[in-house]
């Protein structure tokens, strides 16, 4: 089984910054995609950023030039700098592990975190 497990979502002021993390633990032997999602009260479930193995990244127009995501492949974690930090960014946000497997046979599966609250408001 593999769990993830997100930190670092909390109450800021606009133009603050947070950073997210999120571990992925259990028997892992490799993880394709990781990346962030956020759902806003009343909306769907958004893309935020993703960043492959490799290191390529990918943004949602409304937080590129504030938002970058980065990877420690030997940790298994990944994490999301938020900068310059609106109102509308106040979501809970979710860590996504893309195509994990547990051994090089093994069918990939996604897996969830359970999702951290960030607020922004004065």
């Known amino acids: 089984q593999v769990h993830l497990v997100e930190s670092g979502g909390g109450l800021v002021q606009p133009g603050g910054s947070l950073r997210l993390s999120c571990a992925a633990s259990g028997s892992i032997f490799s993880i394709n995609a990781m990346g962030w999602y956020r759902r806003a009260p009343g909306k769907q479930r958004e893309l935020v950023a993703d960043?492959?193995?490799?290191?390529?990244?990918n943004y949602a127009d409304s937080v590129k030039g504030r938002f970058s995501i980065s990877r420690d492949n030997a940790k298994n974690t990944v994490y999301l700098q938020m900068n310059s930090l609106k109102p509308e960014d106040t979501a809970v946000y979710y860590c996504?592990?893309?195509?994990?497997?547990?051994?090089?046979?093994?069918?990939?599966?996604?897996?969830w975190g359970q999702g951290t609250q960030v607020t922004v408001s004065s």
């Open positions: 960043i492959t193995s490799g290191g390529s990244t």
């Open positions: 996504n592990a893309g195509q994990v497997t547990t051994t090089p046979f093994t069918t990939p599966y996604d897996y």
